[in-house]
């Protein structure tokens, strides 16, 4: 594990880094507070041993620096320091500070505080990963619970277009017997001299290709064409606006947070999820002008996908879903109403838990409005619930502009 040693003293710095570089720690050297900020952002590593009294940028001011950065992993601090008061261990702390050792420190001490930073950050580590395991299982069920009802979607668009393709093909045939029609009379007319004109009977040979295109209803295809081309059109349309949608929520790798338009977001989840709803529910929309926000949309997408799938689920025979967006609070509000059986008072306050769920067995892995939770708690956003039996519950989300990693 790499560790950043912040030391103005070289003396010092030179045994902590012989000390810990004993130990099999990679250890880089800065030799001020500036220095280790720049270094803390190129170098990967994630333990910081730092003195309090540096130039430039002191121990307590990296610390708030640190602790106010967005950086992508976290960073255990430990400051050394020779005050020995209460007080300054607290300031310390309150920056930011993970822990604290006196100077002069004791070897066996620094490496045994070093260690369980180090025990700390793994298990932190393992705790992340689980955590994305558990996001990619629970989109896994989601997706395999929409498959069916995305396949119907699918299905409808390609039914109409095969069925328009085969009717195209047979105008086809009937524009290659008139155009073969049209063909000939100008073969005709071609291979004889403008003097012999009048004895090839053009009359007869514009009545037969007039009767050829009556038979055919030649303006009915004409103007039907049109139409099928475009539903065609159309339809492909659609089953790439479904494919892009699953494609976009089915990627497991997409983690890095960019801007993006909730009401985008939950466009393209409706598209998802449509035909889970649109047998139980009329929904009603009204999506605000919003800023985009800083968010990971896939992950946004399957808070929307849980909350709407079981809205629509909660509702025995047919009903409403509202969807409305706002500005809000410096980032957006969410919320999505139904008109379902609604939640239990007794009940309520378990939804958010792993593996609870209120549905038949089968219906529901109990992880979805808890990892909806766990998503919303990591963009540094908020989720509210309210809900009455037989008359439907209503999910408040709050999110930040910027994530709070």
């Not at 049209?182 to 009767?211: C, W």
């Not at 492909?236 to 929520?249: E, H, L, S, Y």
């Not at 593996?355 to 808890?370: A, M, N, Q, V, Y």
Request: one cysteine or more; charged letters at 25%; proline letters at 4%.
């Amino acid at each position: 594990m790499k560790i950043i040693v912040a030391e103005d003293n070289r003396a010092s710095a030179a045994l902590l880094s012989k000390l810990l570089s004993k130990e099999g720690y990679f250890v880089i050297n800065a030799e001020n507070g500036n220095e280790a900020w720049e270094k803390l952002n190129s170098s990967g590593a994630r333990i910081l041993l730092t003195d309090w009294m540096m130039p430039e940028l002191s121990g307590i001011e990296l610390c708030s620096k640190i602790r106010n950065a967005d950086l992508p992993g976290y960073i255990y601090i430990i400051i050394l320091t020779a005050k020995n008061a209460r007080e300054d261990a607290l300031e310390g702390l309150k920056a930011g500070a993970d822990d604290y050792i006196i100077k002069p420190f004791d070897r066996e001490e620094l490496l045994t505080r070093v260690r369980t930073a180090e025990r700390i950050l793994s298990l932190e580590d393992r705790n992340e990963k689980a955590q994305n395991q558990l996001l990619i299982s629970e989109k896994m069920a989601s997706i395999g619970q929409l498959a069916a009802g995305v396949a119907h979607e699918i299905n409808n668009p390609v039914g109409f277009i095969s069925s328009n393709l085969k009717t195209l093909g047979d105008y086809h045939s009937d524009l290659v017997e008139l155009i073969s029609a049209y063909r000939h009379v100008v073969k005709t007319i071609l291979g004889n001299p403008d003097s012999n004109l009048p004895d090839l009977n053009l009359y007869d040979f514009a009545k037969k290709i007039a009767e050829a295109e009556k038979q055919i209803d030649i303006d009915y295809i004409i103007n039907d064409i049109h139409e099928l081309v475009k539903d065609c059109s159309e339809g492909t349309d659609r089953i790439k606006k479904i494919v892009i949608d699953m494609k976009d929520f089915a990627h497991p790798g997409e983690t890095k947070p960019v801007m993006s338009d909730i009401n985008k977001c939950l466009e393209s989840t409706l598209h998802l999820v449509w035909n889970e709803i649109k047998y139980k529910a009329e929904v009603h929309k009204e999506l605000g002008a919003l800023p985009e926000i800083e968010c990971v949309p896939q992950q946004i997408n399957q808070i929307f996908m849980n909350i709407l799938v079981n809205a629509a689920q909660a509702i025995p025979e047919r009903g409403e879903i509202h969807i409305s967006t706002a500005k809000k609070n410096n980032g957006v509000e969410i919320t999505i109403k139904d008109s379902g059986s609604g939640i239990p008072a007794n009940k309520i306050d378990k939804i958010f838990d792993p593996f609870f769920t209120t549905k038949d067995p089968g219906k529901g892995t109990g992880l979805g409005l808890h990892v909806a939770y766990n998503i919303i708690k990591k963009h540094g956003g908020s989720i509210d619930v309210k809900s009455e039996v037989g008359k439907g519950t209503e999910f408040v989300i709050w999110l930040p502009s910027k994530m709070t990693l």
